[in-house]
C-alpha cells in the first residue's frame, strides 16, 4: 500500500477564472466599511484561495481582512480570510493569496461541491 504524507488539502483549479468579490473588513487594526469589489477566483482549497485583480491593495505592507463572496454551483459563501500574500505575476495584475476561515461544517460541504465539480472537470486537482 502506497503512503503519502500529504499534510496540505488538495487545491483546485479553475478551469476558467471565476467572477467573484473580495470585501475589505480591516486594514491593520482598523475597521473599514465592506465595499464589493470585483475579483477573479484562480485556485481554491478548504484553507485558502488563490485571486487576481488589477487592484493594487499593498497587501504586502498592511494586514487586511477581507471576505469573499463566490458561487461555485449551487451554493452562495461568504467566506471570512486573510491575505497572506501579493505578488505581481503577469501585469496588470495583482495576485493574493487569502487564508480562509471557515467552520467544520463549512469545510465538509465545500469539499463535497469541489469534489462534485472535478467529476465534471469543471475544475482539476493540481
Request: charged letters at 35%.
Amino acid at each position: 500500500m502506497m503512503q503519502t504524507r500529504r499534510k496540505e488539502p488538495f487545491r483546485y483549479s479553475m478551469e476558467e477564472p471565476l467572477e467573484c468579490w473580495i470585501e475589505i473588513t480591516s486594514i491593520g487594526d482598523i475597521q473599514v466599511p465592506g465595499k464589493l469589489a470585483s475579483v477573479e477566483l484562480m485556485d481554491i482549497s478548504k484553507t485558502g484561495c488563490k485571486i487576481r485583480t488589477e487592484l493594487d491593495l499593498h497587501a504586502n505592507d498592511h494586514r487586511i481582512k477581507a471576505v469573499i463572496h463566490f458561487q461555485l454551483e449551487e451554493e452562495m459563501y461568504k467566506v471570512p480570510g486573510e491575505i497572506r500574500w501579493q505578488r505581481q505575476l503577469e501585469p496588470p495584475y495583482e495576485y493574493y493569496g487569502i487564508l480562509l476561515s471557515m467552520s467544520e461544517d463549512d469545510k465538509e460541504r465545500f469539499n463535497v461541491e469541489l469534489r462534485t465539480l472535478a467529476a465534471l472537470r469543471r475544475i482539476k486537482v493540481m
